[in-house]
């Protein structure tokens, strides 16, 4: 007979191999979980990083559009640095002449194509401007 460890028993020895097994899949099921909840979150963080990116770019268009004149240039281009921007603006409104103002007006819509620095479409913005035209001088209306 065996010599036994004094107050051992045999059922207290180790794991079994029975409970090793059962031990890895507890593990490997919460390993997975953690995994997909991470997973889930880089995913979102993506979307939110995206989603502020083009934010910023939008203000940025804005931006660059209010120096814009549709009237003067209905089409066009510009370099923003990481992205550019391609505009066609249409009038929407008949061109307003009244004989007690030095300018012509007329409201544009104007849409801009955002595109990456690769020239591969990002983004679409409407925007309507107002385009004028000075038509007259102060020495005319004398």
């Given at each position: ?28 099921m ?39 004149n549709?009237?003067l ?70």
């Amino acid at each position: 007979m065996p010599a036994r460890s004094a107050g051992v028993s045999a059922r207290e020895r180790g794991f079994t191999l029975l409970e090793a097994i059962v031990a890895m899949v507890l593990v490997s099921m919460l390993a997975l979980a953690v995994f997909g909840w991470i997973s889930t979150n880089v995913a979102s963080l993506d979307a939110v990083r995206d989603v502020n990116a083009q934010s910023d770019a939008t203000i940025n268009v804005v931006e660059h559009m209010r120096s814009v004149n549709p009237m003067l240039t209905p089409t066009g281009e510009a370099d923003l640095g990481a992205y550019r921007i391609d505009w066609e603006a249409r009038p929407i409104t008949a061109v307003v002449d009244r004989r007690a103002s030095l300018y012509q007006f007329a409201l544009y819509d104007t849409r801009i194509k955002v595109l990456t620095r690769a020239g591969q479409p990002w983004f679409d913005v409407s925007l309507e401007l107002v385009g004028y035209r000075k038509v007259r001088s102060i020495s005319e209306e004398g």
